[in-house]
């Protein structure tokens, strides 16, 4: 079964607007961390914020923000006054351990970010 | 900045050649990661480790090996190229717990013609 599901395969913003990037994710884990990454055209990954199960209150780095709604298994990610460099690739990730103990990182497909001038 | 690096960037090589993909990090980092990425598309995991003289197969099956000899070294080979092994490899760092985050390479874009 698929651990993250990203369902919007491209986004289209305009400059200095907000925009919201879709995750769910499926564990039975109760422990587990939630990430979101961007991918410019470059092809590196990028760290831009981190959620713990645990953690009572959504995770903020300057403009991004992550909206958790643990009772839906939803991490999505809020992008506030949108920048041209923002246009990039947005993977949302998932720690957490499987039956064989591993806790290895789970990528959703990604949704391509374009922000319009 | 994380300090995790690839080498080569870029590698185009001919079918049947023997390449390594180098992968170095100098964070003290136990687990260390290999994807697979092809353009535009999900990262698939290949091969991790959980430290020195560990190695595992990730969810992708890959014709790929892997080594870890050392903490910082995580190197990645083929033993013979083929034009299916055209893709993106990136390579990752973290610590042991679900919370911590996973630095990345900039990649090897690798095409075998």
């Known amino acids: 079964a698929q651990k993250i599901t990203q369902t919007q395969p491209g986004m289209f913003v305009q400059e200095k607007e907000a925009v919201t990037l879709d995750c769910t994710y499926d564990?039975?884990?109760?422990?587990?961390?939630l990430f979101w990454y961007k991918q410019p055209s470059s092809g590196e990954m990028i760290f831009l914020i981190y959620q713990g199960s645990y953690d009572q209150q959504n995770a903020t780095e300057g403009r991004y923000s992550l909206n958790f709604q643990k009772a839906r298994k939803s991490a999505n990610l809020v992008i506030s006054a949108s920048q041209l460099g923002d246009s990039a690739m947005y993977f949302c990730a998932m720690r957490d351990y499987d039956q064989t103990g591993a806790n290895n990182l789970f990528f959703g497909t990604g949704t391509r970010l374009t922000v319009i001038p | 900045e994380a300090d995790i690096y690839q080498t080569p960037r870029y590698l185009v090589i001919g079918t049947g050649k023997k390449i390594t993909l180098e992968c170095s990090q100098t964070?003290?980092?136990?687990?260390m990661y290999w994807y697979q990425q092809d353009p535009g598309m999900e990262l698939h995991l290949i091969h991790y480790s959980y430290g020195v003289n560990s190695t595992e197969k990730g969810d992708l099956s890959s014709e790929s090996t892997v080594s870890r000899i050392r903490t910082e070294h995580f190197p990645l080979t083929l033993e013979s190229a083929r034009p299916s092994h055209t893709s993106q490899y990136l390579c990752?760092?973290?610590?042991?717990?679900?919370?911590?985050?996973?630095?990345f390479g900039q990649g090897t874009r690798l095409t075998v013609v």
């Open positions: 564990t039975s884990d109760p422990s587990y961390g």
């Open positions: 990752a760092s973290s610590g042991l717990q679900v919370n911590t985050e996973a630095f």
């Open positions: 964070m003290g980092h136990d687990k």
